[in-house]
């Protein structure tokens, strides 16, 4: 998966338990849109993150021109 600055991610709550968690890319470190990210999640929450299996990327209105 490729992302990119401003683009939003969501990862999917595994156990019923657990909700989603949507956030936005802030940084990309990894070569050509590839993780790791920054992300500041929507709690305020900031963290580096290598997203796992259950995770979606909405393209941002920024560089991509359109929302996926």
Known sequence: MKAA???RI???GT???SSDRHGEI???KGADGAPP???RFDDGH???LFPGGDF???RGTGEH???A
């Open 26 to 28: 802030l940084e990309v």
């Open 46 to 48: 900031e963290t580096i």
């Open 15 to 17: 156990t019923v338990e």
């Open 10 to 12: 969501i990862i999917r």
């Open 5 to 7: 600055q401003g683009d």
């Open 65 to 67: 021109g359109t929302t």
């Open 37 to 39: 990210y920054h992300v």
């Open 56 to 58: 979606v990327v909405e």
